[in-house]
C-alpha cells in the first residue's frame, strides 16, 4: 500500500512540475500558454490512446469473468 501511494504521489507531483513550472524554459520565455499546451495536449492525446486500449480491451475482460461450468466425467 505505501508503494502505491508514494508512486502515485510522485506520478502527480512530476506531471504538476512539468505542466507548471516554477520558471519557463528559455525558448518559452513569456510565452506561458504556448508551454503549457506543449505539455497538456501530448498528455491528452496519452490518456486518450490508454482510455481507447481500455475500452478495445473490455470484450477479452468480460470473456475473462465468465465460468465455465463443471461437468463430471464419472458415470
Known amino acids: ?9 510522485l ?7 512539468l505542466v507548471w513550472p516554477l520558471e519557463l524554459p528559455a ?8 508551454y503549457t ?3 497538456v495536449v501530448p498528455l ?5 490512446i ?4 481500455y475500452a ?3 470484450p477479452t475482460r468480460e470473456q475473462d469473468r ?3 461450468e463443471l461437468t463430471s466425467t464419472s458415470g
Open 1 to 9: 500500500m505505501l508503494t502505491a501511494v508514494l508512486t502515485t504521489g
Open 11 to 17: 506520478v502527480a507531483f512530476t506531471v504538476v512540475v
Open 27 to 34: 525558448a518559452f520565455t513569456g510565452s506561458r500558454a504556448a
Open 37 to 39: 499546451l506543449s505539455q
Open 44 to 48: 491528452l492525446i496519452v490518456i486518450g
Open 50 to 53: 490508454g482510455f481507447a486500449f
Open 56 to 58: 478495445l480491451g473490455a
Open 66 to 68: 465468465e465460468v465455465p
